[in-house]
Nanobody, 119 residues
Framework: QVQLVESGGGLVQPGGSLRLSCAAS????????VGWYRQAPGKQRELVAR???????NYADSVKGRFTISRDNAKKLVYLQMNSLKPEDTAVYYC?????????????WGQGTQVTVSS
């Protein structure tokens, strides 16, 4: 089992910055991908950014150039640096991991952290 715990959310003014962190623990042996999703009220959960085992990254078009995902393997941390925040970035942000197990992949989610962008 893998546990993911997010932190770093909060209230920020438009144009401001936040850095989200995701701490992973448990039986972590082979990570296929880690990333961040978000869900705004009344909307579906969407991928924000993801980094794969070969260090490839992909971002939602709406955050390209503003958000940066990174990981620290030694500390088992994943970060999402969010700059130039907009009100439409307001959502609950979830850390997500795809873990490679023999013959299958397992998905793990954190509990989410609220990000509110408002003046």
């Amino acid at each position: 089992q893998v546990q993911l715990v997010e932190s770093g959310g909060g209230l920020v003014q438009p144009g401001g910055s936040l850095r989200l962190s995701c701490a992973a623990s448990g039986s972590i042996f082979s990570i296929y991908a880690v990333g961040w999703y978000r869900q705004a009220p009344g909307k579906q959960r969407e991928l924000v950014a993801r980094i794969t085992s070969d260090r490839g990254t992909n971002y939602a078009d709406s955050v390209k150039g503003r958000f940066t995902i990174s990981r620290d393997n030694a500390k088992k941390l994943v970060y999402l640096q969010m700059n130039s925040l907009k009100p439409e970035d307001t959502a609950v942000y979830y850390c997500h991991m795809i873990h490679s197990d023999p013959g299958t992949f397992n998905n793990y989610w954190g509990q989410g952290t609220q990000v509110t962008v408002s003046s």
